[in-house]
């Protein structure tokens, strides 16, 4: 950097605040948007764990002097539950462009850094921390790549990710095909060409070329881990290694299952080694709020390869009112109406024996009868777990009991299973249908142990 880059923003941009009196049908423990602007497309971006807090910034749309442009919202937590807004300081009066998806890296000095795209320079751009509440930025710098010729490298540049291995960075530009390029003072950067190895298996279903936006590459188990989308089908992952400068995939999976409700993902390393992500969440038809980011979400990579999504621990925190009841039948092709737990702001923990049924699950905002609400279904003949009609893979093995936990947030549902599998989805529900149901065709099965949780609001002290 020299010091023409120290410039900081003259002006402080307005922060984003909850309202006073949010309508009834907003969410109370989902991190969502509350204004000004619209929050629209909401992408998590550039996330840290720096000087004790999480700082996470989100994509948002609206007025800087006088013109409409995106920028980067920017929320800080102790918890990665409870948020503080803090000022839009990186926003198009002081980059003098949009800013578009991209994420957070530490250098090799240790300070912090973002990458992203600037929409309109047709350059994906660098800027750095100058202060520790990260409210301070050097202005940014465009990437620009050279060839092995030292001529200026021909490739478009799009969402953009960044990481150190060893004492290389390397950097991807996202796009349809993805490409690589490694720097080692993130000034000078040497184009590598295509991201994707050309070894990569044609047995994992899905192209070279598939789009690769949003992307964030990071260390998981003993693999590497591509978290990104397409624009196409959504939320992905990858799993695999790096081989020859590439990377060479031997494992890719969907996190998503219709349009765009799981979307733009971006993660963070927590001091105690967990690896977890937030996901935008684009809901359509839903009149509640905009910008809604996932509830965070922990992976990890045991050594049987098989990628593991849990719900944040400190989610717990918001627990209260516990309900439970334990060891109930439910006959074949009957339902059994839980009498202890109901709610739309609540968590809920089943532990389920599902015996010889072909399907069970659990059906949430139903009615005084316990029915009509949405069905969260395992169907153990196709190997699915259903959320309507939302086709979710997952197989329940032999023997093995279903733990499922399902959080509700007004007309948000959000769904771990057996730690293996996760899936959100919109309901909008009358007020009055709280009621939760088990159910079961072809064979009984027996709930073990179901409890419940009230969830406390992460926007007030109740």
């Known amino acids: 950097m020299t010091k023409e880059d120290l410039t900081e923003p003259a002006v402080s941009y307005q922060t984003p605040a909850m309202r006073e009196n949010p309508p ?21 971006n550039c996330i840290f764990f720096w000087k004790e807090r999480y700082h996470l910034h989100y994509i948002y749309e609206s007025v800087f002097d006088g013109k409409k442009g995106y920028a980067f919202a920017h929320v800080s937590s102790t918890d990665m539950v409870h948020w503080t807004w803090h000022p839009t300081t990186l926003n198009p009066s002081f980059t003098k462009h949009g800013m578009f998806s991209g994420t957070g890296f530490i250098t090799k000095e240790g300070k912090p850094a973002i990458i992203y795209h600037g929409i309109g320079s047709a350059r994906n ?37 960044c990481w150190l291995n060893g ?12 490409m690589l390029m490694k720097s080692s003072d993130l000034k000078e950067w040497l ?17 070279k070329d598939e789009d690769v936006s949003c992307a964030n590459m990071f260390r998981i188990g003993k693999k590497w881990m591509l978290l990104c989308i397409s624009h196409r089908i959504g939320c992905r992952y990858y799993l ?16 998503n299952w219709k349009d765009w409700e799981l979307f733009a993902p971006e993660s963070v390393l927590t001091p105690d080694g967990r690896r977890v992500m937030w996901a935008w969440s684009a809901m359509k038809n839903l009149s509640t709020q905009s910008g809604i980011q996932s509830l965070p979400r922990e992976l990890s990579l045991p050594d049987d390869g098989v990628l593991r999504i849990k719900p944040l621990r400190e989610l717990e925190s918001l627990r209260t009112d516990e309900k439970s009841e334990s060891n109930i039948t439910v006959k074949a092709d009957g339902k059994y ?25 659990v059906q949430v905002h139903c009615d005084k009868d316990g029915g009509n609400g949405f069905p969260i ?5 196709t190997k699915t777990m259903l959320l309507e009609s939302r086709k979710v893979p997952f197989e329940l093995k032999a023997d093995e009991e279903l733990t499922l936990r399902v959080f509700l947030d007004k007309s948000i549902i959000e769904v771990f299973v057996n730690d293996r599998q996760a899936a959100i989805a919109p309901h909008m529900h009358a007020p009055e249908n709280l009621g939760v149901s088990i159910f079961s065709k072809g064979g009984d ?17 109740n």
């Open 24 to 44: 009834a049908t907003w969410l109370t423990y989902h991190l969502a948007h509350p204004g000004p602007g619209t929050a629209y497309p909401g992408d998590p």
């Open 125 to 161: 751009q660098l800027a750095f921390a100058l202060d520790d509440k990260l409210e301070q930025w050097t202005q940014p710098q465009p990437m620009m790549p050279k060839d092995a010729t030292g001529a200026n490298a021909k490739l478009k540049q799009w969402d953009p990710d």
């Open 167 to 178: 004492d290389t960075y390397y950097a991807v530009s996202g796009g349809k095909p993805p």
């Open 191 to 207: 184009f590598l060409g295509p991201l994707l190895h050309e070894d990569m298996p044609e047995s994992l279903g899905v192209s």
């Open 240 to 255: 695999g290694d790096f081989k020859d400068e590439k990377f060479l995939p031997d494992f890719h999976a969907m996190m």
């Open 337 to 361: 109406r839980l009498k202890e737990i109901a709610g739309d702001t609540i968590e809920m923990r089943l532990v389920i024996q599902p015996g010889a049924a072909k399907q069970f699950g």
């Open 377 to 381: 279904t395992v169907d153990r003949e």
């Open 445 to 461: 099965v027996l709930i073990k142990e179901a409890k419940g949780w009230k969830m406390k609001s992460i926007y007030s002290a």
